[in-house]
């Protein structure tokens, strides 16, 4: 028997990863989300102690919506990407396949009109193949986007210390806001990063 | 893969099967193919694993653009998991399949070659100056089932009906009978699942003038062996799981 290699399975795993990393993404940019309403609340409620603060909520709420939104976006490209190497994958099997049959018909009377269907699956898995590769950059820039957020929200948190500071007896409850913030954006920032290096391995692959 | 002339006429019935390079973990399928003067019809194509050295067997008697057309019996990978290569080899072919299983068929793969659709009661197949007729094996053993007969070659292709599990290596037809019943018992008492389907298939078959049975596992059936197989299905019990 001919061992057919298939043409890379650790390329379903890391689409399979990347979609995976990406809902727990999503997931914690609801909780940026759910504790920037909460940090709004809070800053009401504590009035002038806290008037530093309001904006600053918002802010984080426009920054959990973005990341929302990219992601979304990145879902639908996410989408072609798996369409794509499924694709990869069947027309790289049918070649390697058309190729070993025609390395078996070595001989046979009517071999060389194995050529052309050779020659057109070899063009359609080139083809496809670039257009694996075009994509997964264009994904990549994408992920380098969802991850500006992730940053400035890092940022912010910092800021929202310095603020909670200043709220007196609010100060724990604003505290602890900061905080979540401040996890939620490490957390999306990793595992983006992560993405990122999946998305690499599958094209040098 | 070996290759066996059975009808020679104004065109011919060639069947493929006994693959030494298949892995012993995949059932061994017979393929025939109808060849006449610009066109080859491929019944029963098989499954993945044997898409390569089938294609390789082909092109001692015909070029690529010249197969022009694929049957497909029943919707078993054995039949036709090998669909989406052959899409890529000859996406000009047309595939002649039951049209209740086209859309469980086509998950094999089939963008560029036209899926023709068999109705319940039948068809031909006009290949050239061979016409084939689709005979309804409902049942036989898949819900929607053909067979192919071939009034001029007195063929009649009949899929997994005849059909017996052999080590490799097995002739390519049954000569002592009795021996071969064996051989094929498990096989349609387990795998057929209708008295009724059987007994209906029977009278319609005995009804046709065959020279040879031509299943796609094992040995083929040849002259008096044709009867002898018709009255052994015919006083055996299937449809025994349950
Ligand atoms: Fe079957
Ligand atoms: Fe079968």
Redesign the pocket.
């Given at each position: 028997m001919h061992p057919i290699n298939k043409s890379s399975p650790s390329q379903f795993v890391a689409v399979a990863s990347i979609a995976s990393e990406l809902s727990a993404v999503m997931e914690v940019a609801k909780e940026i989300s759910l504790a920037a309403a909460n940090a709004k609340a809070i800053a009401f409620r504590a009035g002038e102690k806290a008037r530093g603060f309001q904006p600053i909520t918002d802010f984080i709420n426009e920054l959990a919506k973005e990341t929302i939104e990219l992601i979304n976006d990145f879902n639908g490209h996410a989408l072609t990407f798996y369409k794509l190497t499924v694709s990869e994958h069947r027309i790289g099997d049918a070649y390697k396949r058309l190729e070993l049959s025609s390395k078996l018909a070595q001989g046979a009377q009517y071999s060389h009109s194995l050529q052309a269907s050779l020659d057109s699956s070899k063009i359609k898995m080139q083809d496809c193949r670039r257009q694996f590769k075009g994509h997964v950059m264009k994904l990549l820039d994408q992920l380098e986007t969802v991850m500006h957020p992730a940053r400035a929200a890092r940022v912010i948190a910092a800021n929202s210390r310095i603020e909670a500071s200043q709220a007196g007896e609010y100060l724990q409850s604003l505290q602890a806001v900061a905080e979540s913030v401040d996890n939620a954006a490490q957390v999306i920032h990793d595992n983006v990063q992560r993405c990122r290096s999946l998305l690499s391995v599958v094209v040098t692959v | 893969m070996k290759m066996t002339k059975i009808y020679e006429g104004a065109y011919q019935w060639i069947m493929f099967g006994r693959d030494e390079s298949k892995p012993d973990s995949i059932?061994d399928?017979n393929q025939y193919m109808v060849r006449t003067a610009n066109r080859c019809l491929i019944m029963d194509p098989g499954g993945v694993e044997l898409f390569a050295p089938m294609l390789a067997a082909v092109m001692h008697h015909a070029p690529v653009e010249q197969i022009t057309d694929l049957f497909a019996s029943h919707q078993?990978p054995?039949?036709v998991s090998s669909l989406g290569l052959w899409d890529q080899a000859v996406p000009h072919a047309k595939l002649h399949a039951p049209a209740l299983w086209e859309g469980f068929i086509r998950h094999f793969g089939c963008n560029s070659i036209e899926y023709v659709g068999i109705p319940d009661n039948g068809g031909t197949i006009k290949l050239e100056n061979a016409e084939l007729q689709l005979i309804p094996a409902h049942y036989l053993h898949s819900s929607a089932n053909f067979h192919v007969y071939d009034p001029q070659a007195k063929i009649l292709m009949s899929?997994?009906v005849g059909?017996a599990l052999e080590g490799p290596g097995a002739p390519m037809f049954v000569d002592k009978f009795d021996a071969h019943m064996e051989k094929m018992r498990y096989f349609h008492q387990r795998w057929m699942p209708s008295n009724q389907a059987k007994r209906i298939w029977i009278e319609r078959v005995r009804m046709l003038d065959i020279e040879i049975l031509a299943p796609?596992?094992g040995r083929m059936f040849k002259g008096d062996n044709v009867k002898r197989f018709l009255d052994w299905f015919e006083a055996l019990q299937v449809g025994i799981a349950v």
């Open positions: - | 059932i399928s078993d054995d039949i899929g997994d059909a796609q596992h």
